[in-house]
């Protein structure tokens, strides 16, 4: 039988994600209309892409992504690192409730830097063989 024309295009297997706080239970608030934008793009972050609402955390986070959905006159966003190898961590979601501009309010930023210590540090862990 002949091997078939995709075999030699297999993609590599997506990178696993890691769900941090209360991250995935707040994305299952969510609508079902934003927990498909957002699980989209997490899926394209696993397979080393970036989804059209993915864009880079603005603020002295480097390294971290934001990806923003408008639904129903309200604004979500989930917040990941791709950044530590190998694994995609993801770190809030969260529906942004301040009508002062655009800027990510200071206690989710807050969170979302104790969420990122606490991954680097499971990070560390993993790579070093313990947990």
């Known amino acids: 039988m002949p091997e078939s024309a995709y075999s030699s295009m297999a993609l590599p297997p997506p990178k696993p994600l890691t769900w941090v ?3 995935r239970a707040d994305l299952k608030a969510c609508p079902p ?10 899926y394209q972050a696993q397979r080393g892409g970036t989804h059209p609402a993915a864009k880079r ?4 986070l480097v390294g971290l992504i934001e990806v923003v959905d408008d639904f129903d006159g309200n604004t979500y966003r989930a917040v990941y690192t791709a950044k530590l ?3 995609i961590y993801i770190l809030h979601v969260f529906q942004k409730k ?7 309010p200071k206690h989710e930023l ?16 993993l790579t070093s063989g313990s947990e």
């Open 57 to 60: 955390l603005k603020g002295n």
């Open 98 to 104: 301040s009508t002062r501009g655009i800027a990510t």
């Open 85 to 87: 190898a190998g694994r």
């Open 33 to 42: 209309e934003v927990q498909d934008v957002m699980g989209f793009a997490l």
């Open 110 to 125: 807050d969170l979302i830097k104790a969420r990122l210590r606490w991954a680097q540090v499971h990070h560390a862990h």
């Open 21 to 23: 706080g209360s991250a």
